[in-house]
């Protein structure tokens, strides 16, 4: 098998590749790409990730590159996690839309629809090359962010692909570490879009423990989410953080308009990390990489990996386009709902009416990412306009009428496809 990891160069690359040859007896391996346009990262996290291999006794090849040919060439997975403009543009996204007034939020609201407009073109150019010359039913394992926006693009484009977001694993682990019990054993059914979803039972052995759990550890997982313990016993579910943007909308907004932009620290984190991945002692993955964000994406990866190329069957919680599965939202959106998966894709699971308090939201937010998704691919400002007018976290015309010509602005570098286009 050979894997291409488009955007290799991220920090999160060695838990992944360690992550994956630790699991070459069930994934077998033999030839890993990891292709970045960023020599710097190129070289820092590649030379981490062939020390950590070697250490782990991996015999295959491990090829760092800029070119994405030879990356895809004859590639079964290609999983994309590229952030295009770096942390400065997520700076960017995070504080243009304070300007207006608005949440700055790098996947939601007017920051996640700038960064969708500079990402949907790069990742379909990257698909388009997976399309002439990966192998044969190769498959496109999304983690670029905004996940739903850019798996509907991908699929829309006719690719073979799936959206992968590390929410679900996360609160799997969570909800274990509270009830002292093997990750294993807990299974969260989790519906909504992509950031924008409730977890409405918690499995274990196959028992629903949400309601044991909002009762016995209410206080500890209103505080995971940033939201008060009462509106999750009155929801009975347990919403997703990305929900206290809406949710608690006018706290946050004072926050962020008061406070240091993530981006900033993140920044700072990636800064640290890569001199530290500098160290040719350095054979494992260091502390300060928990602090990165992003936790257990790549147990994620590797387990969804692992179900599409060995048709195990096993239940992850997938971006996938909807179908029937959730009454009431269009059969093309794209939802994030636990699915079966084997080599021929990801099924999703039979699911109960989505209550009104959470379907209206996502009807909402879902009718906001076709927009997007749209802009992203035409260049047109009139759809960037209509996008946020939608969004529930902007929704005013005036507002929405400066915030398209400041996000354009700021992006300008990386939006060749508004070049030349009229004003709203």
């Known amino acids: 098998m050979k894997i291409a990891v488009i955007g290799g160069g991220s920090t999160y690359t060695p ?43 991996y015999d295959g090849s491990l090829e760092v590159t800029d070119d994405l040919d030879r990356a895809v060439d004859g590639a079964d997975f290609v999983l994309i996690q590229i952030r295009v403009g770096g942390q400065e ?46 192998a044969d039913g190769a498959w496109i394992v999304d983690f670029t962010n905004p996940v739903g926006i850019v798996t509907r693009s991908l699929l829309d484009h006719g690719h073979r692909a799936v ?37 409405r039972f918690v499995r274990v052995d196959g028992d629903d423990v949400l309601p044991e759990l909002l009762t016995s550890h209410g206080d500890e997982l209103a505080d995971e989410v940033g939201l008060r313990r009462g509106l999750l016993e009155e929801l009975g579910a347990l919403p997703s953080y990305y929900l206290h943007y809406f949710y608690e909308h006018d706290g946050v907004l004072a926050e962020q308009l008061d406070g240091v932009p993530r981006a900033a620290t993140v920044a700072e984190i990636e800064r640290g990390l890569l001199e530290l991945y500098r160290d040719p002692n ?36 997938v971006d996938i386009r909807n179908g029937g599965t959730l009454e009431g939202m269009a059969p093309d959106d794209v939802v994030e709902v636990p699915a079966r998966v084997d080599r021929d894709g990801a099924h999703a699971l039979p699911q109960p009416s989505v209550a009104p308090e959470l379907l209206g939201l996502m009807q909402h937010v879902a009718a906001y990412e076709r927009l997007a998704a749209q802009a992203a691919v035409a260049g047109d400002r009139t759809l960037v306009h209509k996008a946020l007018l939608t969004h529930p976290l902007v929704a005013q015309d005036t507002v929405s009428v400066e915030l398209v010509d400041r996000l354009l602005e700021a992006g300008a570098q990386h939006l060749p496809q508004f070049a030349g286009g009229t004003r709203v």
């Open 15 to 57: 838990e992944l590749v360690s992550g994956l040859s630790r699991e070459r007896d069930r994934i077998d391996v033999r030839e890993l790409v990891l292709h970045d346009i960023d020599e710097l990262r190129r070289e820092v996290v590649g030379g981490l990730a062939a020390r950590m291999l070697a250490r782990q006794g």
């Open 89 to 134: 543009a997520r700076l960017s996204d995070e504080t243009v839309p304070l300007a207006c007034g608005c949440i700055g939020q790098e996947t939601t609201g007017a920051g996640g629809l700038g960064k969708a407009l500079r990402t949907v073109p790069v990742v379909l150019e990257i698909a388009d090359r997976v399309r002439e010359r990966a």
């Open 163 to 199: 959206g992968l977001c590390n929410v679900a694993i996360t609160t799997q682990r969570m909800i274990a570490r509270l009830l002292d019990v093997e990750p294993g054993r807990v299974m969260v059914d989790q519906v909504g879009l992509n950031h924008l979803s409730w977890v």
């Open 282 to 317: 350095l054979t494992e993955k260091p502390a300060l990489l928990e602090q990165r964000g992003g936790a257990f994406y790549s147990e994620a990866a590797i387990g969804l990996v692992g179900s599409l190329a060995t048709g195990d069957g096993a239940v992850h919680v």
